[in-house]
């Protein structure tokens, strides 16, 4: 019973980091988009 749980929340936590991961993949291209257009707010 508990190892399935810790398997439910390993599980949890990979797909946290994962979205994560993406967020910041997304947010890091939408900022050098954001720089190439308006290289000022970057700096």
Do not use: C, F
Request: glycine share 2%.
């Amino acid at each position: 019973m508990q190892a399935a749980e810790a398997i439910k929340n390993k599980v949890k936590a990979l797909m946290v980091n994962l979205s994560a991961d993406r967020i910041m993949e997304l947010s890091t291209d939408k900022l050098r988009d954001v720089g190439l257009s308006r290289p000022k707010y970057l700096i």
